[in-house]
């Protein structure tokens, strides 16, 4: 069982949000959290196409998300919304596979014009999983460098972004477990 869950919609071998996502998630295992990466990618492309419910894997990841106290789903833009391999993903999860769960959604797109694909496309399906989606961040691809996984970004205020977002992510965990530790 994992802290976090980073849930990567990118089908590209070398992604920009899963690499932002990789970089959140790293900021939060140096303040004790685990962390599991599920990819789109980790799925046989049948189990998404024919919408296979049954699927072992998918019930797995389903388990992980459910078991997990925060997300961090990650998408690039894709026609100015999430990909639609994540959405295949997504709609395979039970209906409420997000419940009280605080989730920082991440995208990058080639655009700032698409920077509103957060609040109109990815922040609404989060909550209609019954998610807590946080304020997010969204990246353009000329301020993400592929070659430096370790400092991928080229813009100091993106860089104070990411960690405020997911300091936040990290204090609505521990508002949430503390509370349920009271009940
Ligand atoms: C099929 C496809 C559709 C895309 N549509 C958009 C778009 O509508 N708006 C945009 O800003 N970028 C668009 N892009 C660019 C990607 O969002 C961008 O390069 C993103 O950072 C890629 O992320 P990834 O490396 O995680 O896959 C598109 C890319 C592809 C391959």
């Not at 813009?155 to 509370?179: C, F, G, P, W, Y």
Request: glycine share 6%; charged share 20%; hydrophobic share 40%.
């Amino acid at each position: 069982m994992a802290d976090i869950i980073i849930l990567s919609g990118s089908p590209s071998k070398r992604s920009r949000s899963q690499l932002t996502a990789d970089y959140a998630g790293k900021l939060a295992a140096k303040q004790g959290f685990t962390v599991k990466e599920i990819s789109v990618t980790d799925f046989a492309p049948e189990d998404l196409l024919y919408a296979r419910f049954d699927s072992p894997e998918i019930a797995a990841a389903a388990q992980s998300i459910n078991e997990a106290k925060g997300l961090i789903v990650a998408s690039p833009v894709y026609k100015a919304a999430y990909t639609g391999v994540l959405k295949a993903l997504l709609d395979l999860l039970p209906q409420h596979a997000f419940r009280n769960t605080p989730v920082l959604p991440i995208m990058t797109g080639g655009s700032p014009a698409h920077l509103l694909a957060l609040d109109y496309a990815l922040k609404p399906l989060i909550a209609n999983l019954k998610g807590e989606p946080l304020q997010g961040v969204y990246l353009c691809d000329h301020q993400i460098n592929k070659g430096n996984t370790e400092q991928p970004f080229t813009d100091e205020d993106m860089v104070r972004r990411i960690h405020k977002q997911t300091n936040q992510l990290i204090e609505s965990i521990r508002r949430i477990h503390a509370a349920s530790a009271v009940e």
